[in-house]
């Protein structure tokens, strides 16, 4: 069975979405909508898809929507699709606010509907490759540095780029969020431009995020330090390397580098370095066909709602603590 699947918003992401669509094995793109017929009928013709000329005649025609529109639409949009009893992947963020999230999230439950939250960087060939180490962060430094781009200068740097690294931190974490300090200023735009978090958990675990959307060259770099390991993620070559200590009398697979020993007796262990296999993947192909295949098995999505939730709650607080921050700079204290 195929599952028929609309795409709402036909912008940059929209039209990505729109082109990958009609590669995915099991999957029929039933046509695209946007609010700009115009930019939609554009869209529609270069990739030989139906225009719908409203959404209700789109929820007619589909079993799922994707919702690429911009963010302050998106609660609007899913919560329209959830109650026509589509299943929705929505770009990240999930909302523009918690409350908003909360509703969706609770009426995608209680509909026993599939809600997934694009948070793509969470299928980036870097992060994939890691599946068969075990991950126990203990610190965390994340840096997401960008060249300027007026489109998603609607919401602060924290939504647009630190967020990313919020979600995959938060999956890696498996731990309660103690608390949270954060910094950043606007530079170019009416929102915060830059920002930096220092995020706490419960079990011990410090993660510290920066994100900037101001600077001259593009990073997208994550180091996890934690016991007898360090890892180092590129997700902007998709590619990651592995520092870890393993028992002296454990045999080596290929391509890893023993760099000697460390300690004496039953304590000694090697020192090794790999460099773990990155699949060739388009990210945002594989993450739209791992949603196709939950609406097709009803399985649990990879990124579930209630992670875009506990994401945007985050940070939300970053977002607070930022502003909090700049009143008590405004007012001298």
């Given amino acids: 069975m195929s ?12 039209k990505l979405h729109t082109k990958l669509l009609t590669r995915i094995p099991d999957c029929t793109l039933a046509g695209i909508y946007d609010i700009d017929q115009e930019q ?11 225009c719908f000329n409203s ?55 209680a509909n026993h509907l599939i809600l997934q939250v694009g948070h793509i960087e969470r299928f980036n060939p870097a992060l994939l490759s890691l599946q068969e180490y075990d991950l126990e962060p203990l610190f965390i430094q994340s840096d997401r540095l960008a060249q300027f781009n007026p489109r998603g200068t609607d919401v602060a740097v924290v939504l ?7 979600d995959i931190i938060l999956s890696l974490v498996k731990s309660e969020v103690k608390r949270i300090d954060a910094s950043g200023v606007p530079v170019v735009s009416p929102t915060v431009d830059i920002a930096n978090a220092r995020i706490e958990f419960e079990n011990g675990a410090v993660a510290n995020v920066t994100a900037s959307r101001i600077s001259q060259k593009k990073m997208r770099k994550m180091r996890i330090f934690q016991r007898d390991g360090y890892i180092g993620i590129d997700f902007l070559t998709g590619t990651s390397e592995v520092f870890r200590l393993l028992p002296e009398e454990q045999l080596l697979g290929a391509g890893t580098i ?43 999505p990879v990124v ?11 940070a939300d607080e970053i977002i607070n603590k930022i502003e909090s921050s700049a009143r008590r700079i405004l007012a001298g204290k």
């Fill in 3 to 14: 599952v028929k699947i609309g795409v709402i918003g036909t912008g940059h992401l929209g």
């Fill in 40 to 50: 939609a009928a554009t869209v529609a013709s270069e990739f030989q898809v139906k």
């Fill in 55 to 109: 959404i209700d005649e789109l929820f007619d025609s589909v079993d799922c929507v994707s919702i690429a529109a911009v963010t302050s639409a998106h609660h609007q949009l899913a919560k329209a699709a959830l109650l026509e009893g589509k299943h929705i992947i929505v770009e990240k963020p999930i909302t523009a606010t918690i409350p908003e999230a909360e509703e969706i999230v609770a009426l995608a439950k």
């Fill in 160 to 166: 647009d780029l630190m967020i990313h690294d919020i």
């Fill in 258 to 300: 023993n760099f000697g020993s460390l300690g004496v007796g039953e304590n000694k262990k090697k020192i090794v370095y790999e460099q773990p296999e990155s699949k060739e993947v388009n990210a945002l192909q594989h993450e739209l066909a791992l949603f196709v295949q939950a609406v097709k098995t009803g399985g649990e």
């Fill in 304 to 314: 579930s709602g209630y992670d875009g939730l506990r994401a945007l709650r985050v």
